[in-house]
């Protein structure tokens, strides 16, 4: 009988110590009445008082049996309470944690992450009686920050706070919870060019609300590209005479691939709409756009007002995190193209969650371009080739080259790969 074993075993796994005492002083008393009634294997006895004993010793044994399958029926009930106790006590504290946050919040904050009753009758497709619109879960974290940016005026303008705001997301408070008022109006605002002058056409400084920025003008952020030294984001994004002009046009050895070249990867025609990760001021959207594909850019804006660019030229910003899911469904882009963001500055979680969801969105067939990716040398080897090659893309193009820092080579690399979602899936 090894059940005596297993018994302590499963005692020593699920139950508190004083309980487990207890248990094991009952378990082995009840071996002790087992020994005591000759247990074991059992002894033919002759004559009439062996035949009684024997019928005892029968029914001392069912009763022990009894009482042991009574016993697992015990330690499992036990088991089974002590689990829910520390469930129910677990979740009563967290409930309490989060009633106490929630109960200091302003009123419009509770306001927009609701519960809102559903209309009877309306439940029943979504599953659910009331409605929680979506607030990041970070942003309770930052309560303070939270609570000055859900604090501002009804149906009025809201707060200039652009770059609190962004920073807020940042942190993770994405979508940000800010859902009645308006945002501020720039003065004098001009109506953009139409298409396709729009592409290349620098918006009217009067199109922007530049509260957030240090430059307060195009003039600014074009001549800071200029300037020698300046390590803002995107640095010469903005100016439309300078690089811009021929980025992604040639398709050479090196780290730079050609738009049309990527193109020709795939049937002509079939690459259809895309997704630019870190967009900057939308001149990937703007060239795709004049070969017939549409291509939303996610984009931050950093130090400039990247996303009223983007949005001035014609083409859709959006204003996403990269640790954001991307709002897309499953299969449902042709391209995902990603310059200078995906990098090592990322966390490897947080990439490789952002690299597993660029494989969601795109088709089978799919490309994703991943454009000047840059690390160390060993990290390219020992973490990021592997990550990459983890995820199921088939490499179609892979180019490592070592970065130039004022002409000096160090081991910092960039890696430009040019990489398709299977047809088929397999792994
Ligand atoms: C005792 O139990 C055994 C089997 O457990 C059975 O074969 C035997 O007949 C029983 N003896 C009596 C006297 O009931
Ligand atoms: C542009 O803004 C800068 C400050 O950001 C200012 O010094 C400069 O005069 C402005 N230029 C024009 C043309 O408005």
């Not at 499953?330 to 990603?338: A, E, F, G, M, P």
Request: charged fraction near 25%; glycine fraction near 10%.
């Amino acid at each position: 009988m090894g059940s005596v074993e297993e018994t302590k075993k499963r005692l020593s796994v699920n139950l508190p110590f004083k309980l487990k005492i207890l248990l094991l002083v009952a378990s082995t008393n009840l071996v002790t009445v087992y020994l005591c009634s000759g247990g074991g294997a059992a002894s033919p006895l002759d004559g009439d008082s062996g035949g009684a004993l024997f019928l005892e010793h029968n029914a001392t044994q069912r009763k022990l049996a009894d009482s042991q399958v009574e016993l697992v029926q015990l330690q499992n009930r036990l088991a089974t309470a002590s689990g829910l106790l520390e469930n129910l006590l677990g979740a009563q504290r967290h409930g309490d944690r989060g009633r106490e946050e929630e109960e200091d919040w302003p009123e419009e904050l509770k306001l927009a992450v609701g519960p809102h009753k559903l209309p009877l009758g309306r439940s029943g497709n979504l599953g659910t009686d009331g409605l929680f619109p979506a607030m990041g879960s970070a942003c309770r974290r930052f309560r303070e920050e939270l609570t000055r940016y859900m604090t501002y005026e009804v149906g009025k303008e809201c707060p200039s706070d652009a770059a609190f705001a962004q920073r807020l997301m940042l942190k993770g408070c994405e979508p940000l919870p800010r859902r009645r008022c308006h945002p501020p109006s720039p003065n004098g605002y001009v109506e953009p060019a139409a298409l396709p002058e729009s592409l290349w056409t620098t918006p009217a400084d009067t199109s922007v609300v530049w509260d957030a920025y240090t430059c307060k003008n195009y003039s600014c952020l074009v001549q800071r590209g200029r300037t020698k030294g300046s390590n803002a984001d995107c640095n010469d994004c903005f100016d439309l005479e300078g690089r811009e002009k021929s980025r992604w046009l040639a398709d050479g050895e090196g780290l730079d691939f050609g738009m049309d070249a990527v193109l020709a990867a795939r049937p002509e025609g079939t690459v259809r709409l895309g997704l630019d990760i870190g967009g900057g001021s939308g001149t990937f959207a703007a060239r795709m756009r004049e070969r017939g594909v549409t291509v939303v850019s996610t984009t931050m804006d950093f130090d400039g007002p990247f996303n009223s660019f983007i949005a001035a030229r014609g083409l859709v910003a959006l204003h996403l995190t990269v640790a954001h899911r991307l709002p897309f469904y499953d299969r449902t882009l042709d391209i995902v193209h990603s310059m200078h963001v995906l990098s090592n500055w990322i966390p490897d979680a947080v990439l490789e969650f952002a690299l597993f969801d660029i494989y969601r969105v795109l088709r089978p067939g799919g490309l994703f371009w991943l454009d000047h990716f840059f690390c160390s040398g060993d990290q390219l080897d020992a973490t990021y080739g592997p990550m990459i090659g983890r995820i199921g893309f088939s490499k179609l193009r892979w180019v490592t080259g070592r970065k130039l820092d004022r002409g000096v080579e160090k081991n910092e690399w960039y890696l430009s790969a040019l990489l398709e979602k299977p047809l088929t899936f397999s792994i």
